[in-house]
């Protein structure tokens, strides 16, 4: 009966014993599943905050031009001669014809010599 009683007892003891890790890894389980689910509503937020960063900057891109261009570019003078004459004023900028040049540049479509005046610029001498 001693025997009988032992090997129930140890018996019971190893069930006992597998029902605690059983129970450990369960717990194990629910902590990894608790950080993964964590971890997925950070990079939520995260990818959130990209996509709000993203349609910023998108709508400063759109709004940029309307923002840049107070007038109508169809009512400004587009003709070559006064295009070619605000060019050659770039290519030799000074403190004194720097007014003039702007003033000219306001009053002029200059949206078809944008190249040329990138280069007069680039080339200029700046002279103060």
Known sequence: QEE????????????????ERQR?????????????ISDLHERIIEVKQAQRA????????LNAANARLDVNLKLLDASI???EAIIKKLKM????????????????N???FISECVDAVSDSKMKS
């Open 93 to 108: 900028v000074t403190l004194e014809n720097k007014d003039g040049i702007v003033s000219g540049i306001k009053q002029i």
């Open 54 to 61: 993203k349609n910023d900057a998108r709508s400063a891109n």
């Open 110 to 112: 200059m949206s078809k």
């Open 24 to 36: 450990r890894q369960a717990e194990e389980e629910r902590a990894r599943r608790r950080k993964a």
């Open 4 to 19: 009988a009683a032992r090997k129930e007892a140890e018996e019971l003891a190893r069930k006992q014993e597998e029902l």
């Open 81 to 83: 001669k006064k295009n």
